[in-house]
């Protein structure tokens, strides 16, 4: 989407958040694993479980970043990329964007007969307004470009 108009709905900070953090991420618990393999005499088994144990805990989040996509759109389309491909979907095609988390996002999008999630984080400069349940202006104008809702929101409006 080279379009002069287009829009990024994901935050900026997406690539750090795939790449850069995941892989600083898994370096860490190799040295510390490796650090408690070769000192096993001096540290108790227990440490190395509890070590290992927090490691995990952080192993979902990690799964997340990885699933990131960097989303940008326009009237008509929303581009999703994962830095190496991607994808242009119609914002006809567009069913629901949810927050799943603080500033976790979710595009859900029908292609074909399935329907399809997509995970982004919206910029950091809005993690305020997510914190105090508010929806970010990003997102809320990103929903007004989404036909579905245009529709929905006018029905509301005549009730």
């Known amino acids: 989407m080279s379009n002069n108009n287009t829009i990024q709905l994901s935050s900026l900070l997406t690539i750090v958040y795939k790449f850069f953090i995941p892989t600083a991420y898994f370096i860490l618990m190799f040295l510390t694993n490796l650090s408690a393999f070769v000192s096993f005499g001096f540290i108790e088994k227990n440490e190395v479980i509890i070590y290992?144990?927090?490691?995990?805990?952080?192993?979902?989040?990690?799964?997340?970043?990885?699933?990131?996509?960097?989303?940008?759109?326009?009237?008509?389309?929303?581009?999703?990329?994962?830095?190496?491909?991607?994808?242009?979907?119609?914002?006809?095609?567009?069913?629901?964007?949810?927050?799943?988390?603080?500033?976790?996002?979710?595009?859900?999008?029908?292609?074909?007969n399935s329907t399809k999630r997509v995970f982004f984080m919206s910029h950091s400069r809005e993690i305020l307004s997510s914190i105090f349940f508010i929806t970010p202006k990003s997102i809320v104008k990103f929903k007004k470009s989404i036909p579905l809702y245009i529709k929905l929101r006018k029905e509301l409006k005549k009730k």
């Open 52 to 112: 290992d144990f927090v490691y995990l805990m952080f192993f979902y989040g990690i799964y997340l970043m990885a699933k990131l996509k960097k989303i940008s759109y326009n009237r008509n389309f929303t581009c999703i990329s994962n830095f190496f491909s991607k994808t242009k979907i119609s914002n006809n095609d567009i069913v629901n964007v949810y927050c799943d988390a603080m500033n976790l996002y979710t595009i859900a999008y029908k292609e074909g």
